[in-house]
């Protein structure tokens, strides 16, 4: 008989705890997920980085046994990417957008991401408070992300309801969801279109013409990445900068250490990321063969989900996790993933959180919440952890 999966509710409230819970009772647990399906969940950080880099446990859905979770359920148009892919498509696929998203554009992307989080701040700061989350940490990464692909200013508030009606979906609107991908499946053939008719010098171009000797992307790979590209550099970068902030209000030891060393600010971003990353689960895996964790065997086609939040609060791995301290030494965190599916934007999220907090900390000096703390809500997701508001006053 398998336990039930935590409930939605002490996720959403309290997801850290519910994951010590089964972590400490054992490795890996056979729960019934939310949707009544049978999931593995593997919770210590040992065996989730192992198993992060496991070729037996593949991202493609044609290896789930058919009463088993296998997530979103898209068109073709949009599912074919690089989560639900293995070596050896992934590999060519992520070898061609490894070619547009260089460093070196992420380096060129500084000093608009600065001069955009200069004036986010202005337009609020006379009012003495505002929602953070509102009017700093979701606009600032959806504005990145669309000037990344070459998307038209007029369609960038579209693209943010999108995505917040796919990753935590509102029980009150349940067709939002499916309205989301109706609305992408029709604008990004179009957008593409638009720039195959006239380029730019944004990563969509770039990726329509970039090639690997004979390879290149077909037009469901183009458009699934473009989707990829958008809800994944949104979704973890807003949550991962609202997090960073309210560990910050609730840690004011850390928070002035910050202050005081401001240069600080990239290893202080690991450890947020560590602390209360955006993803509390990594995307389902399916064994193509049985794999052991812990002493247990888990059947080959069987749905895994890897507790990301649990690995990183591990006590055997990381001393006091529940504490937050920016002078944390011990490294590695898997707020990010591991092995070839570690995420590829990785580097433009870590760039916009650094930006985000040290230019927030340095125009708000007297940064404080405006509500109480027990009274801020989370959204209702059980894989996206992230803030509905961050009402603050400054």
Request: include cysteine; charge should be negative; hydrophobic fraction near 45%.
């Amino acid at each position: 008989m398998a336990a039930a999966f935590p409930d939605l509710s002490a996720l959403v409230a309290d997801p850290h705890t519910a994951y010590a819970r089964l972590r400490e009772a054992g490795p890996v647990h056979r729960v019934t997920g939310p949707d009544g399906t049978p999931v593995w969940v593997v919770t210590r950080y040992t065996d989730v980085r192992r198993l992060l880099a496991d070729p037996r446990l593949s991202l493609d859905k044609t290896h789930r046994l058919p009463d088993h979770y296998s997530g979103f359920t898209l068109p073709p148009a949009l599912d074919a990417n690089l989560l639900n892919m293995d070596p050896p498509d992934h590999t060519r696929i992520r070898r061609l957008v490894t070619k547009a998203f260089t460093p070196g554009r992420v380096e060129r992307m500084r000093p608009g991401i600065r001069a955009l989080a200069e004036r986010l701040l202005d337009a609020v700061a006379e009012q003495g408070r505002a929602d953070l989350v509102a009017a700093y940490a979701a606009p600032l990464p959806i504005t990145v992300i669309c000037d990344l692909l070459g998307v038209p200013h007029d369609s960038r508030r579209d693209f943010r309801d999108w995505t917040d009606a796919l990753v935590a979906p509102d029980p009150a609107n349940p067709g939002a969801a499916k309205q989301a991908v109706v609305a992408m499946l029709s604008y990004f053939p179009r957008l593409i279109a638009d720039k195959r008719r006239l380029p730019g010098n944004d990563l969509l171009s770039d990726l329509i013409d970039v090639r690997d000797g004979g390879d290149r992307l077909t037009e469901d790979e183009l458009t699934s990445l473009a989707f990829l590209i958008l809800v994944a550099g949104y979704e973890n970068t807003v949550q991962l900068i609202g997090t960073a902030v309210l560990a910050l209000l609730d840690h004011p030891d850390q928070l002035a250490a910050l202050r005081d060393d401001p240069d600080g600010i990239d290893d202080a971003v690991e450890e947020f990321a560590r602390y209360d990353g955006p993803a509390l689960l990594a995307i389902r895996r399916f064994p193509t063969k049985d794999v052991e964790v812990g002493g247990v065997t888990v059947p080959a086609g069987e749905t895994v989900m890897l507790s990301l939040a649990s690995a990183n609060r591990d006590p055997a791995r990381f001393p006091e996790p529940d504490r937050l301290d920016l002078d944390r030494r011990e490294s590695g965190h898997l707020a990010l993933g591991h092995g070839i599916h570690y995420c590829v934007g990785a580097p433009l999220a870590r760039v916009e959180t650094r930006i985000a907090v040290s230019t927030l900390l340095r125009r708000f000096p007297a940064l404080e919440l405006d509500v109480p703390r027990d009274d801020l809500r989370w959204r209702p997701s059980m894989r996206a952890r992230g803030l509905v508001a961050l009402p603050v006053r400054f």
